[in-house]
């Protein structure tokens, strides 16, 4: 029962936290950050589209910026033979880069949106670069190419 009670409150926390968030403005918005992994080369950029006031698209994804390239389902091919985890942690979190975007639009609430097992280095690239966005829809900061 107490777990029953604990994940209602979390819910009405979420929904509350989702439902009083300050209106979005229409446009097209982009976030870049390397998140905490500041030591690493890799730039996680959420490009969010806004229409009607509640997100319409959402792209995200991860460069490399040693490589110069993305962070995809081939990835990995840096790691096989050297080091099976690594593998599995770029399938991890490749699994992330593909799902997160779905549920924001889904949910349309950030904080909804759930980390999936074994990634949470794309999580937090994808929560940090998509807030940054976020705020900037929120102040009306439109991406200019």
């Avoid at 936290?17 to 982009?30: H, M, S």
């Amino acid at each position: 029962m107490k777990a029953f009670k604990f994940l209602l409150l979390t819910s009405a926390i979420f929904l509350l936290a989702c439902t009083q968030q300050p209106k979005l403005k229409n446009g097209v918005y982009e976030g870049r950050t390397q998140s905490k992994y500041k030591q690493e080369p890799f730039l996680g950029v959420s490009k969010i589209t806004v229409e009607n006031n509640v997100i319409s698209n959402i792209e995200f994804y991860i460069i490399d910026t040693t490589n110069n390239e993305l962070f995809d389902e081939k990835y990995e091919k840096h790691f096989v033979g050297n080091n099976e985890e690594y593998v599995q942690q770029c399938r991890n979190d490749w699994a992330g880069v593909q799902r997160y975007p779905k549920e924001l639009l889904q949910r349309q609430c950030l904080d909804s949106v759930d980390a999936v097992t074994g990634a949470t280095w794309s999580y937090n690239m994808f929560h940090d670069a998509t807030t940054i966005a976020l705020e900037k829809a929120k102040a009306n900061k439109k991406y200019v190419r």
